[in-house]
Structures are given as structure tokens and as C-alpha cells.
């Protein structure tokens, strides 16, 4: 309820002409609005609000007056340096709400106090959500200010900084495909002010990171957090962060010949040794084999999405570790059994590890065969998978035991040939008539 001082100096100003009341109005607002009491702050700001938009003071005057409430609320944070406290942010939040209704449900105020709803939306609702964590209403708040209105032009610029603003507002809850819905706005004008602000396009380049690493696509996300890591526009701590982030996504990615060459241009930048996730890095990268204590120190410091379940039951990083050591164990053997190689593998049996690696070769990022019948499978060590679909598979047979058993095949032919031909020559009746020869 608004405190009797505020109702009787409205009450007031009902009673002056109506050219009078825009001032009496002003004054009041700078009076009340410096209320310390947070609540009746709220209360009797909104009840000057609801007696302004009562009247018919005309578009002008009211713009006038609506400039002047979101003045007096932004000066609620002028000595913090523009970030609402808490109290504050409920007071913007709960006014600037009342005021935006007030405009959206007059058809003539609605259209012509277009700036002004874009800056309580903009300037005090998503920034008091934004300051109490409440990050995808922020976003839903600042995805409802209109850019394509008759009554308002925005530039290039402007969209692009509220859309930027909307993404990394969805990233902050992990909501990566409402984030990427913006991020596809975003390209359409990004080459038209990535020149004239380079924090701006610093901000898409670690968005469309962000939303890469989320979505899994951890290849894309991994070259995308590297080419950051090298930007001179952020501090050398940031650029170890993102390089950091790089590490961890490669390592996260589906292992083949793509990885490994992403493995191997990190493994050379000499400020990886600095980091954590080095160890992790160069038994990677020299197709080592990593054990269970590795794997689970290296998962302390994932994010929770890097440790999602995958459609198999196992976790993204489980996946992406025996899939590394089925190609470290290529490189040890030239054949193995389907149990030897899901006990190296640290799986329940030898058919799941005859499936990933089917998979594997299927999609070119290993090169061998299969031998079901007797439950082997082949690698080749002088063919190398390009990451080409279909490239694993080796056009030749693999293996010395596969070559011995060609040639024994090759004798038995061979052998059959022969004694057919003595048996005809000795036998020539047995020729059936009319065949060449006879």
C-alpha cells in the first residue's frame, strides 16, 4: 500500500491544471523514489505509476513521464556503479513490469513509447533477472524487445549486442539450443560490425564455442576454443582458460585421424605444458594406453555435460577413453581376440568390443578387418583411416595368418587344376563330346 504522505501529495495534483501535474509528478517521483524501505519504495512508485497512466495527459507528457520513473529507478543503483543490489533489482523488477504492462495494453501508447519499453525491458528487467541468477528469463525479457518496428529503426549494432546478450544469457542455464537460435541470427550481420568492434566478435567466436561444446560437437569446439586462446584482445589468463578448454574438448572428441591432428597441434603449443591436462594430452596424442586412476582425475574438472550419458549408457567421456585405447592397442597388435581386446578395454565382453570397433572402421577411423568366424579382428598397420567414411576398411588382406591362408587356398586350386588335367589326359573319353579340344 503506498504510505499516506505519497496519496496525499497525489491527491494534490489531481487538483492542479493539467499543465501543471508532468512537474508535480517529477517532484514526487525524486522524493520517493529515495525511499531506503525497499518495499514501500516498490509500493509507492507503483502508485504513482498507476496515477499516471490513469489520466489522459497525451502521448507527449507521458513519454516525458515514463523517461522520468526510468530515471529515478536507474538512480536506485547510481552508487554501485550502474549494478542493482538485491533490494534494488526487486524494485526494478517489480516497477518496470507495471509500467511495460501499462504501455503494451494502450494500442497508442504501445506504438509510440517504443524506445522507452526497449529500455525497461533492456535496462531494468533483464537486468535485475541477470543479477538474481535468473538468467533465461533475463533472456525471454530482452527476446521480447521488438527490432523490426515501423515506429523504430535499430542498427546493426544494437541487434547484435542484444542478441549476444541473449546467448550468453541462455549459456549461462546450458539452454545451448535456444542460445544457437540467436547465434543463427547473429551470422546473418555479424561481418557487418565484427570490424568496427572486436569484443563483440570475440563474444560470438566463444558463444559459438560454447554452444559447439554443448551440443558435443567437441572437434569444432575444441579448434574453436584454440584460435580464441591465440586472440591478443583477452588477458593471458583467459587465453590459458580457453586453451585449457581446447585440451579438454579434444580429448573428448571421437578418436581417429581429425583428433589426432587436433591433438597434435596442441601438444606442439608450448603453453600446454603449463597446463593440468598436459599428462592427459601427451599419452593421447602419442597413443598411449590411459588407465582408470587417469581418466577419473581428468573427469574432476569436466563440466556436467561433458559428463552426460550417452544413448548406450555410458558417459560421453567413458565413450571418448575406449575409443583413444582401442587405437592404442592398434598399435601394439596386429590381431587380437574379441575378449583380449574387451578386457584391455575394460568392457563386459568381447561383442561390445567387436561393435565399436566395426563402428570404428565403418567410419574411417581405424584401419583393419573383422574376422567374426573365428572372433579376430585385424589391424593394418601400413594402411592409415582418413576419417572418410568407409576408409577404415583394408582393401587387401590384412595380417600375416590371413596372407598364409590366402596361398593355402591359392595351392588347393592349383593342385585341383593339375590332377584334373592328367585324369584327362590319361582318361580322354571322359571329355564329353563337341567340347574344344577333344
Known sequence: ??????????????????????????????TFSSNPDAAQCTEDLIAITDTI??????????????????????SLASGSGGVPSETTSRVWLDVGKVIAEHITSNPSLSTSLVDQTATIYEDLIAAAYESQDSFTEAAKTLAAIPLDSSQRRVSDQYKADLWIRIIRNYLEDDDATSAETYLNKLKNIIHNVADDNPELNLHFKLSAARI?????????????????????AIAEEERLHTL???????????????????????????????????????????????????????????APHQLATTSDGSTVLAKAMVEHNLLAV?????????????????????????????????????????DQIDRVIYFESGQEASGEK???????????????????????????ERITDDLLAEFPQLVPAGVPGN
Not at 492542479?16 to 509528478?25: K, T
Request: net charge negative; proline share 4%.
Open 244 to 302: 585449457s578448454m581446447a585440451i579438454k574438448c579434444a580429448v573428448l572428441a571421437p578418436a581417429g585421424p581429425p583428433r589426432s591432428r587436433v591433438l597434435g597441434r596442441l601438444y606442439k603449443d608450448e603453453r600446454s605444458a603449463s597446463l593440468e591436462e598436459y599428462g592427459m594430452l601427451e599419452k593421447m596424442f602419442l597413443d598411449r594406453l590411459l588407465t582408470k586412476t587417469e581418466v577419473d582425475k581428468f573427469a574432476q574438472d569436466l
Open 390 to 416: 568407409g576408409s577404415g576398411r583394408a582393401e587387401v588382406p590384412v595380417g600375416k595368418e590371413m596372407r598364409r591362408q590366402d596361398g593355402m587356398v591359392q595351392a588347393s586350386a592349383e593342385d585341383l
Open 212 to 232: 559447439q561444446d554443448s551440443n558435443r560437437q567437441f572437434l569444432a569446439a575444441s579448434q574453436s576454443y584454440y584460435d580464441i586462446s591465440l586472440s591478443p
Open 330 to 370: 592398434s598399435r601394439l597388435y596386429r590381431n587380437i581376440g574379441f575378449d583380449a581386446l574387451g578386457s584391455w578395454l575394460g568392457l563386459d565382453s568381447g561383442n561390445k568390443a567387436e561393435e565399436i570397433t566395426a563402428r570404428m572402421i565403418e567410419q574411417g577411423r581405424l584401419a583393419g578387418s573383422i
Open 53 to 74: 497512466f490513469s489520466e489522459s495527459l497525451g502521448v507527449v507528457a507521458t513519454r516525458a513521464l515514463v523517461i522520468d520513473l526510468i530515471d529515478s529507478l536507474k
Open 1 to 30: 500500500m503506498a504510505s499516506p504522505e505519497l496519496v496525499e501529495d497525489l491527491a494534490l495534483v489531481l487538483g492542479l491544471s493539467q499543465p501543471e501535474r508532468p512537474a508535480a509528478y517529477k517532484s514526487i517521483m525524486a
